[in-house]
């Protein structure tokens, strides 16, 4: 088994794992038409060209004698501090119990601890009870869920995070003042993915029970406007957010 970085010439066989994965963890949960949905519009030749191009972004495949087997995709983001975010690892079905999984997650730490990571997380839907497993195998502490609206239906996504080289805990909630002197709670563990700087979401009370809007990590203004679509783009610098895991924006 050699575990190596992900080329152009992988595409293939990333879309059939991404697609055999996906339909065995959460064929139970999603119609077939949306996972398909998914896997064009996340696998594409042009997307997984973009992502091999990022020098903060580690992609990272299985291959067992030619055969792509299984596949890990993540981000780094620099937030308070930088962070590692694994947006997908996935071993074909009638590969998985046999380490890989554990492989690429080993490999991809290590690639992330040489950015200089100091933390690392991971999001899994509720439904993926095997997902959910692997990350609390793997040491992951289960830090928050948020429900996310795929095809239309609300789902339950987990958050994980671990703390690969000091085992120490973060504060995730950080206080602000708005403009208009209201104080609003910024969600450290809640981020998407901007052209220049990651978005957080702000909400009015600590608790995260009323949402307010984002915030832009590139230019720290909280002028943020959405459209119908719910596509994110900061007033200030510009900054856009990119699509990322089940965004109801792309599917």
């Known amino acids: 088994m050699d575990i190596r970085e992900a080329t152009a010439a992988d595409i293939d066989g990333i879309r059939a794992v991404a697609h055999d994965s996906l339909a065995a963890s959460y064929g139970h949960a999603l119609k077939d038409d949306i996972i398909a949905q998914a896997v064009e519009r996340w696998y594409d030749e042009a997307t997984l060209t973009d992502d091999l191009d990022d020098p903060n ?29 694994i947006d997908w690892l996935h071993v074909q079905p009638d590969s998985r119990g046999s380490g890989i999984g554990d492989e690429l997650l080993a490999a991809l730490e290590r690639r992330l601890l040489d950015h200089g990571v100091s933390r690392i997380e991971g999001r899994v839907l509720a439904a993926n009870e095997a997902g959910t497993g692997f990350f609390e195998r793997e040491q992951f502490e289960g830090i928050g869920e948020r429900t996310v609206e795929i095809g239309g239906e609300p789902f339950v996504e987990k ?19 708005l403009p208009d002197g209201r104080q609003v709670y910024v969600a450290l563990d809640e981020s998407v993915r901007g052209s220049d700087g990651p978005f957080y979401s702000v909400y009015l009370d600590r608790d995260r029970s009323e949402r307010y809007g984002y915030f832009c990590a590139n230019c720290d203004s909280f002028g943020i406007s959405m459209d119908t679509m719910g596509r994110v783009v900061c007033n200030d610098c510009e900054n856009r957010r990119k699509p990322t895991r089940w965004d109801a924006s792309y599917l």
Do not use: C, H, M, N
Request: charged share 25%; hydrophobic share 40%.
């Open 57 to 85: 972004t580690e992609f990272l495949v299985a291959d067992d004698e030619g055969a792509i087997v299984g596949f890990a995709q993540s981000y780094v983001v620099d937030r308070r501090e930088t962070v590692g975010e």
């Open 159 to 177: 958050l994980y995070s671990k703390f690969p080289e000091t085992g120490g805990r973060q504060v995730l909630t950080e206080a602000a003042t």
